[in-house]
C-alpha cells in the first residue's frame, strides 16, 4: 500500500512540474510577444514623438475589453498589470522547478536577476493600477509621480517599460537557456529529486 501511495505522489509531482515547465515556457513565449509590442510602440513613438502614444490593434482590443467605467486608461493599466503577471508567474515556475529538482536557485544567477527585475517592474505596474483606481491617475517611478504629462511624458513612460522589459526578458531567456542545457526545461523531463 505505501508503494502505491508512493508512486501515486511521484506521478503527481511529475505532472506538477511539467505542468510548471508548460508555464515557463508559455509565459515567457507570452513575454517575447510582449517586448516584441513594446519595441513596436517605442519605434513608432521614435518615429512620430509628438503623437499621442500608439498601440497595436490586438493591445488596443485588449485593453478596452479591460475598461473599467468610461476610463479607457483603467483598461490600460489592468492589461500592464495582467501581462506583468503573467510573466513573473512563469519566473515563479521556473524557480519552483530548480527547487523541486533540489537544485539552488543560486546555480541559475541569471534567474534570480529576472525574478528581481520582474519583481520591481511588476511593483511599478501595482502602484500605477491602485492609483488609477483610487486618485483616477496612474501615479508612479514611470510617470513622475504625476509630473510626466504631456507627449514627453508618455515617451519617457514609454522608454521606462521598454527598458525594464528589455531587462527582465534578457535575464529570464539567459536563465532558460542554463535551465534547458540542464535538463530542467525540457517538455516530459523532470529534475531528479
Not at 48 to 77: I, Q, S
Request: aromatic share 12%.
Amino acid at each position: 500500500m505505501a508503494l502505491i501511495t508512493r508512486l501515486e505522489h511521484d506521478s503527481r509531482r511529475t505532472d506538477l512540474i511539467r505542468y510548471a515547465q508548460y508555464a515557463a515556457v508559455g509565459g515567457l513565449a507570452f513575454q517575447l510577444f510582449h517586448l516584441l509590442e513594446h519595441f513596436a510602440q517605442t519605434t513608432y513613438w521614435a518615429l512620430h514623438p509628438a503623437e499621442a502614444p500608439w498601440l497595436t490593434p490586438w493591445a488596443a482590443a485588449g485593453r478596452d475589453l479591460l475598461v473599467v467605467g468610461d476610463k479607457v486608461v483603467t483598461g490600460n493599466e489592468l492589461l500592464h498589470l495582467i501581462g506583468n503577471g503573467i510573466f513573473f508567474g512563469a519566473l515563479l515556475a521556473m524557480a519552483w522547478v530548480c527547487m523541486t529538482g533540489g537544485l539552488d536557485r543560486a546555480r541559475y544567477p541569471h534567474l534570480s536577476k529576472a525574478l528581481v527585475s520582474q519583481g520591481i517592474h511588476l511593483a511599478e505596474h501595482v502602484l500605477l493600477t491602485a492609483t488609477v483606481f483610487t486618485v483616477g491617475k496612474p501615479l508612479g517611478v514611470s510617470t513622475l509621480f504625476g509630473l510626466a504629462a504631456g507627449p514627453a511624458g508618455s515617451t519617457y513612460r514609454i522608454w521606462f517599460h521598454f527598458i525594464l522589459n528589455g531587462i527582465a526578458t534578457y535575464y529570464a531567456f539567459r536563465a532558460l537557456h542554463e535551465m534547458h542545457k540542464d535538463g530542467l526545461v525540457v517538455p516530459g523531463a523532470t529534475p531528479a529529486a
